[in-house]
């Protein structure tokens, strides 16, 4: 993994988001690299003296590089706690039921990375990515219209939900709903109209994993979690936010289809996608307007503070030592903004 930094001038020395390339060029003086890394060329060289080595400018790597699942991970910090340290038990797990919803426990990202942004800080994303308490309100309309629809049971964000939030620690977060996956009447038809529309795929994760498991898997219907700090597993989807400034946020989404199914199983992923969190979705434009209603509020000099206390009486530890709360609580914010201000402040200490 390289830094994307001409080590002349500090320019990026790709613009492409995906595919391949055997060399780079840097269009501000034309310094060019190999896709190792390596210097190749630099114009008028002889204008650096004869003490100018190119073996000293490659291409900066990241110090540190690790993987799960197939998603990579890079640290600049060259010393520090490992990926599978910092991800943990619950959260590799998270990553395994999202994954193995394919039957070769692989997901594939080239269908395309839908892209906007809103006028506010990065951290108004994160923590809403996991906010039960929200949807019957910020999304009441889209909802109307599944329940209309579908006759769906919306009850999974109200206070009585069956559902958890979930502190997992170093940031990570999570929306549960295992729980009540199993008794709910939506998930159980999904699981019916997947063993009536593509058996074969049926079978091929029961051959996997178990018919107990198959069913969980598809019950479940992936994830919905945050990987501190940016990236985010949401059922059908894996999302990055982008800070670019304290008030400004860029969004990548990629819909994440599965290998080795019927496509009409990928169809339908892809439109489940399309319907809340597309261009032209019901859903995560309401998300954006909050955020940069949020934005505009934090400028008050007047109590400029929030409240994420909800919940904060019924906090419970779970036998792993990580924390829960309803569904509605802000467990998952406070833990999410507790462990940025630990690295902000560790930052600032000068410790790593």
Known sequence: MLLNRCTHRAASVCQAERGNARSFRCAYHGWSFKNTGELAGVPYADGYGPDFRKEDFGLRS????????????????????????????????????????????????????????????????????????????????????????????????????????????????????????????????RVDMIKLMAKPYYEALVDRHGEAHAEDLLRFNGTHMNVFPNLMLLQNQVRVVRPIRVDRTDIHVQPALLEGVPDVINTMRLRMHEQFYGPAGGGNPDDGEMFERVQVGLRASVDPWLFIGRGLHRERQDSDGTRYGQMTDELSQRGILHHWRKLMLAGESGES
């Open 62 to 189: 990241v110090p540190r590089v690790d993987s799960y699942r197939g998603f990579l991970f890079g640290s600049v910090q060259p010393t520090g706690i490992t990926l599978r340290e910092h991800l943990g038990a619950p959260v590799m797990e998270q990553m395994d039921l999202f994954c193995d919803l394919s039957p070769s426990g692989k997901i594939d990202l080239s269908a395309g990375t839908h892209r906007y942004g809103f006028d506010g800080n990065w951290k108004l994303q994160v923590e809403n990515t996991i906010d039960g308490y929200h949807p019957n309100f910020t999304h009441q309309a889209f909802f109307k219209g599944v329940k209309q629809r579908m006759g769906a049971n919306m009850t999974l964000y109200e206070g009585t939900s069956g559902g958890f939030n979930r502190d997992l620690g170093n940031g990570l977060t999570l929306l549960d709903s295992r729980e009540f996956s199993r008794t709910d009447p939506l998930a159980k038809r």
